[in-house]
């Protein structure tokens, strides 16, 4: 397992500081139409995953994102190849989820953006397809089953989090640091388990870690 710092995916959230009570008590209401946009490119039904803020996402088998994974397991086994045009728009979607994701978790009040990566911080890198195993995409998802077992558990214990970190935005404006701090490194956590198992860029085994 690699270092947490420098493994091929970091996730990170700038801290907001100050908070708005209004967009916070009804955060839940103001995110319908964002998750709308994001349930209609991501798709649903089929293999579950977690995307980079942690949570669980059920894809379709015939969905964007279970074709993206499919054909790049195909593409990496048989040609040892990773069109790069493939992994910008896999990442791109999973940075616009983050945001998304951070937005619901009231890890910011910036209403997520499709472009911009405002508060929200995801980057991974290039693989050298060359460089990976070419046998390992097809049981990277089986290997990580352990991840899966305990990102359940830290997302349940995130989300209860989130909901003492609600009451304690509308009482003093701000998101306890620590309870931030907690969230993020889910998300953190999530992001090297995706990169590893379903975007298939690194080798390397995720470390076990929250930083």
């Not at 060359?130 to 997302?155: D, M, Q, S």
């Not at 009451?167 to 969230?183: E, K, N, Q, S």
Request: charged share 15%.
């Amino acid at each position: 397992m690699a270092d947490s710092s420098d493994y091929a995916a970091r996730f990170d959230v700038d801290y907001p500081g100050q908070m708005d009570r209004l967009t916070t008590f009804f955060r839940l209401i103001w995110a319908i139409p964002i998750l709308i946009v994001l349930g209609l490119l991501s798709d649903t039904g089929g293999y579950y995953y977690y995307d980079a803020a942690g949570n669980a996402v059920k894809s379709a088998g015939g969905g964007i994102t279970a074709g993206l994974f499919l054909a790049t397991v195909l593409m990496l086994v048989f040609r040892q190849f990773y069109p790069r045009w493939w992994f910008d728009f896999g990442v791109e979607l999973a940075r616009f989820g983050a945001r998304v994701s951070a937005y619901l978790f009231l890890l910011t009040d910036k209403y997520p953006s499709t472009v911009d990566a405002q508060s929200v911080h995801l980057e991974v890198a290039y693989p050298e397809a060359a460089e990976l195993n070419r046998w390992l995409p097809l049981v990277k998802w089986l290997l990580a089953i352990p991840h899966y077992v305990v990102l359940a558990v830290l997302g349940l214990v995130a989300l209860l989090v989130t909901i003492v970190a609600w009451f304690a935005i509308l009482f003093t404006g701000t998101y306890p640091r620590g309870m931030f701090d907690f969230v993020v490194g889910v998300g953190r956590w999530a992001t090297r388990v995706w990169a590893y198992a379903f975007l298939l860029v690194t080798d390397v085994y995720p470390p076990f870690s929250l930083r």
